[in-house]
């Protein structure tokens, strides 16, 4: 199809983008918030496909770019803020929102731990529990639950409740990360240590 993967891995953050799109119009009378719901998932998924994709694509189809490292970064990194952000503003009250933007935020801390580690042993950390994938299959089934709950009329919100349990998997996976990559490194210094 002639696709690039750095042009794909700009696509995920069309994807995002319109994710959270789709949640800041479900205060909309146009359509019923069960479509913006789904739609909302549907471009979640649409962007692991991109953050899948793209690196099949410069791996296995061979044509990865000198600058290819750049952009298979940073697109995450908007997609990240701009879904989970949206999402605690779907949440429609304060704890939502601020849970929302402290999950935005938390996501970038673990990626960013997992660059800084990456950049001193050379080898990226992605355990979990609460890694990419895992916030968005979480986030793909708020939207899917709300899509539910909203069709039958069920006033019951788990936005922020689900939110807070993203930003746990979150605290519980910086810290895990850190301590990895605190570990390899006394290893490696001890290791470096010439023998007496």
Not at 13 to 34: D, E, I, N, Q, Y
Not at 115 to 134: E, I, N, T, V
Request: one cysteine or more.
């Amino acid at each position: 199809m002639g696709l690039r993967p750095n042009f794909v891995s700009l696509m995920s953050v069309v994807f995002a983008a319109g994710t959270a799109a789709s949640l800041f119009l479900l205060s909309s009378a146009h359509l019923p918030k069960t479509v913006f719901w789904i739609l909302a998932a549907t471009g979640v998924q649409l962007r692991l496909l991109c953050n899948l994709m793209d690196g099949m694509l410069a791996v296995e189809g061979g044509l990865k770019t000198p600058n290819g490292d750049l952009y298979n970064e940073f697109p995450d990194r908007l997609s990240d803020i701009l879904i989970l952000a949206s999402l605690g503003f779907a949440g429609s009250d304060e704890w939502s929102t601020t849970l929302g933007w402290l999950c935005a935020c938390g996501a970038l801390t673990t990626a960013c731990i997992r660059m800084h580690g990456a950049s001193l042993l050379g080898s990226h950390d992605f355990r979990g529990p609460m890694a990419k994938p895992q916030r968005m299959a979480v986030v793909t089934f708020t939207c899917l639950t709300m899509a539910f709950l909203d069709s039958e009329n069920l006033p019951f919100n788990p936005v922020p409740w689900i939110l807070g349990v993203i930003l746990t998997g979150i605290v519980i996976t910086v810290f895990r990360r850190l301590s990895h990559l605190s570990r390899a490194l006394k290893y490696r210094a001890e290791a470096s240590k010439p023998e007496a």
